[in-house]
């Protein structure tokens, strides 16, 4: 074959060094080659064609795009063109090697050859050092699928992903190794192994502060939130440092500074410094600035308010400290009384009303303030429309709105009405989104669109358990949203009628003939469905027996007129109405009750042990309750008075009470009872919650000729629950830490003998400081921990009372709201305070179970 000699010369920059081509005959000559190119004559040819060879996975025409090497253009070889080619595909990081080939000339055309050698290809990434649960969540970041170039960059990218993992847990200085092997099992892949020691978690041992004058250590620590040194007496800490937190804790130091008058407060340097090996020491240099105050504050764009009124609202006076968190919060809200500026404004259907403050002047170290109001159009509401209900009826959602057409709008409203709904129980409250839309800036009209988001609300008790000898199984069906409209509508049985937001609610708890209980409830909260009027009526029976049974068979041992047994029934109608006055949140309830009680060889529980008693009474209450979430209540209060009463029987029956049998003395029960509860919800930083509580109830008579009513008494202690009890015919009052019922005066005497401890106290009065802190928060569940101080005690008179001598006991639990069961719970409790004549095994109870408590903690 004849050989033509063809001289081409190009630069390629490659390691640092100058590589020449030269390409001879018809052979393919190795562009990159030195020894078989020269730099002595470049010439341009035309490009004939261009192909790929060594590809396995990628693709030669996206490759020869990347190339910029065009079939039918001028190529000068050898030139810095031809270089730039190996230089281009080696900086996309998918090849160990690239090479140019001239495979042919032919005339004036160039036939070139790309030759590729491909990376291996990942198999997976090997993490070895950490917990299944945090391999997870590393590979959920790195979404590392088979089938990725092994390269640097992949290499750099796992690394710097689990040094991120880990920092946000606090591991700031872990040690990470990372090196490949063959995956012998498919050709050029390879499995990537990643060796991790986390080391320990990083906690703060000193902050030091630079460049202050004004502020001490103490107080720049103080607005430090999140970052604090460790110290022997933080329970709870110090924290681990986080980087986000970190950041937090920088912006909220400089906001504090600024809030107290240093507007150009600001960090200059700061540095985190391993201290040793679990340690870091933080250091802040800091510049305060000058502290500025309050000049002249003028108005302008108002003409619904004078400048007078907007003044006493702000509340912000000339010479006053320069705060520009404060006068934001005052000027936009939101405040905690919603007495800000925009609140003024729309609540007046002001609702595109828009407030800017503005730096007029600065001079020494005074501001002068000019606050440009835009007033805007005052809009009323035209409709109001609900989306996201598929269960429940638009006019259940409609009727708890406080946002109506034909209204001005008000954003106090607005939010009224998000609260409302939430109280539902049928809807997710954290989803409860309203927003104005179709403004109609001509007209002056809105319309609010109401987005909700339906919840299970239906629940079931199905549990079994084990006491006093016997097993006891409790079957209980609550349907929160059910429909009466709907009784009659075959198609909307399922499996009940729903959609009118009535409550139906049926129980029932046995052991055989031991013990059983049987309880119907019914509840409508807006009888007639056009005013706000609740209407309820329940229905129990239950009857139990002590004695007369194997303790460990069940088997029962005498006839059934010789055991100790007590029958109960009893019906409550219940009418209420929510009152305008003295405001919205207000609710006053009135229920007349009637309940029989027969007892057979009853004996040292009650008064008397054979016989029947009826107990006719009327029940008064008024509440209050303004909480902004049934379920996890963050602020509000919730306030009951409640008073119950029975006709004076002794003032017109002409018994006497000192003379006359069990069975005509106690036929007719008579008292008056008081009971107050308050909670209060307020939010003490992010979701931390303090709730505390006051209890105090009152069981009286009318004239000293009746004794103190055996029934209706308060039992102190326990979980509160009302399931299975042999103490029939008390009201149970839940204090944890100590076994039910065991909390008795200490004028009772000592131990069971005496028939108070079994029947209960005429008084009882409780405190409780709670702090909440949620877990979980959404329409699946809702979970949230929580630390407790109680304290708590009965007394048999008023002269015994002493409000501040209580039993009294702490501890730790945690709530857990599933739709379907309700709230669960769980609490350890430590009580104080023993109960006398009685062993430390009987009155403690360091664990306590709830479940279906009623909402808001009462």
Do not use: C
């Not at 004036?108 to 950490?130: C, K, M, S």
């Not at 008693?613 to 009327?618: K, P, T």
């Amino acid at each position: 074959m004849k050989r033509i000699l063809y001289l081409i010369t190009f630069t390629v920059l490659l390691g640092g060094q100058q590589l020449i081509a030269q390409i001879r005959g018809n052979n393919p000559i190795n562009l990159n080659d030195p020894d078989e190119i020269t730099y002595l004559a470049p010439k341009n040819y035309v490009i004939g064609a261009v192909r790929v060879s060594g590809t396995q996975y990628l693709d030669s025409d996206v490759l020869i795009t990347i190339s910029k090497l065009v079939v039918g253009q001028y190529l000068e070889v050898p030139s810095e063109a031809t270089a730039n080619v190996v230089k281009t595909l080696m900086s996309q990081n998918l090849f160990d090697d690239v090479q140019l080939y001239a495979e042919r000339i032919e005339g004036d055309n160039i036939f070139l050859e790309i030759r590729v050698q491909e990376r291996p290809r990942l198999t997976r990434i090997d993490i070895n050092g950490l917990k299944k649960g945090e391999t997870d969540e590393i590979r959920k970041r790195l979404n590392t699928n088979s089938g990725k170039i092994v390269n640097e960059n992949l290499i750099k990218t796992t690394q710097a992903t689990i040094q991120k993992f880990l920092r946000e847990k606090s591991y700031l200085y872990p040690e990470i190794k990372i090196s490949t092997e063959k995956d012998t099992a498919q050709a050029n892949n390879e499995i990537v192994i990643v060796d991790v020691n986390k080391n320990k978690k990083i906690k703060v041992h000193q902050v030091h502060f630079d460049g202050q004058d004004a502020f001490s250590n103490k107080q720049l620590r103080k607005f430090l939130k999140g970052v604090k040194p460790r110290r022997w007496y933080r329970v709870f800490g110090p924290g681990k440092f986080k980087d986000d937190k970190y950041k937090e804790a920088k912006e909220n130091l400089v906001a504090k500074m600024q809030d107290k008058g240093y507007r150009d407060a600001q960090i200059l340097s700061d540095s985190v410094v391993r201290y040793d090996n679990n340690e870091v020491d933080v250091y802040l240099n800091l510049y305060e600035g000058p502290r500025y105050y309050v000049g002249n504050i003028e108005w302008s764009g108002n003409s619904k308010f004078s400048d007078s009124v907007l003044n006493i609202i702000l509340g912000i006076e000339k010479g006053n400290i320069y705060s520009e968190e404060k006068l934001n919060t005052k000027l936009s809200g939101p405040t905690r009384n919603s007495d800000d500026i925009s609140a003024l404004y729309q609540n007046d259907g002001y609702l595109t009303f828009g407030i800017q403050p503005i730096i007029k002047k600065i001079y020494n170290d005074t501001i002068d303030i000019e606050i440009v109001v835009s007033e805007g159009k005052q809009f009323t509401i035209n409709n109001v429309i609900v989306k996201g209900n598929d269960v429940t009826n638009d006019k259940v959602v409609l009727r708890s709105i406080y946002t109506k057409p034909g209204q001005k709008f008000s954003r106090e409203m607005l939010m009224r009405s998000v609260r409302e709904i939430s109280q539902l129980g049928m809807f997710d409250e954290q989803k409860v989104n309203p927003v104005p839309t179709n403004l109609n800036y001509e007209e002056g009209t809105t319309d609010i669109e109401y987005t909700v988001a339906e919840k299970p609300s239906d629940q079931v008790e199905l549990s079994g358990g084990y006491g006093a000898g016997q097993v006891i199984g409790t079957l209980g069906l609550t349907f929160n949203n059910f429909s009466t409209s709907n009784l009659f509508n075959r198609d909307a049985w399922k499996p009940l009628p729903r959609g009118d937001g009535q409550k139906l609610s049926v129980r029932g708890q046995t052991s055989g003939k031991r013990y059983q209980s049987y309880s119907f409830s019914f509840s409508e909260p807006w009888l007639g469905g056009k005013k706000p009027i609740y209407f309820g009526l329940s229905a129990y029976t239950s009857s139990s027996s002590y004695g007369g049974f194997n303790y460990y068979t069940g088997q029962q041992l005498v006839s059934d007129s010789e055991l100790n047994r007590i029958w109960m029934t009893g019906v409550t109608a219940t009418l209420g109405k929510r009152l305008q006055w003295p405001d919205n949140y207000f609710q006053v309830n009135t229920s007349l009750s009637f309940q029989r009680y027969k007892l057979q060889n009853y004996g040292n529980y009650f008064l008397f042990s054979d016989g029947t008693a009826y107990n006719i009474n009327l029940t008064q209450e008024i509440s209050r309750n303004s909480v902004d979430a049934p379920i996890y209540p963050t602020s509000g209060s919730h306030i009951r008075l409640t008073i119950q009463l029975t006709p004076p029987y002794s003032s017109w029956n002409n018994i006497d009470y000192a003379t006359a049998a069990d069975n005509v003395k106690y036929k007719w029960t008579e008292y008056h009872k008081w009971k107050f509860d308050s909670q209060w919800y307020t939010k003490i930083a992010g979701k931390l919650v303090l709730k505390t509580q006051a209890q105090f109830g009152y069981l009286g008579n009318y004239t000293d000729k009746t004794p103190t009513s055996t029934f209706e008494r308060f039992k102190l202690g326990g979980d509160g629950m009302q399931g299975f009890d042999f103490l029939q015919g008390s009201e149970i009052i839940a204090m944890r830490g100590y076994a039910n019922g065991t909390i008795i005066p200490e004028s009772t005497g000592n131990g069971y003998a005496n028939i108070a401890i079994n029947s209960g106290s005429p008084i009882y009065a409780k405190y409780q400081m709670e702090l909440r802190h949620p877990v979980m928060l959404n329409d699946q569940a809702t979970v949230f921990v929580l630390a407790f101080a109680e304290a708590g005690n009965t007394w048999n008179k008023f002269s015994e009372v002493n409000p501040l001598k209580m039993r009294r006991s702490a501890g730790v639990g945690a709530r857990i709201f599933l739709p379907i069961f309700g709230m669960l719970g769980i609490d350890y409790g430590h009580a104080f305070d023993p109960i006398p004549g009685l062993q430390s095994s009987q009155w403690k109870q360091n664990f306590t179970f709830s479940i279906l408590q009623n909402m808001g903690g009462f």
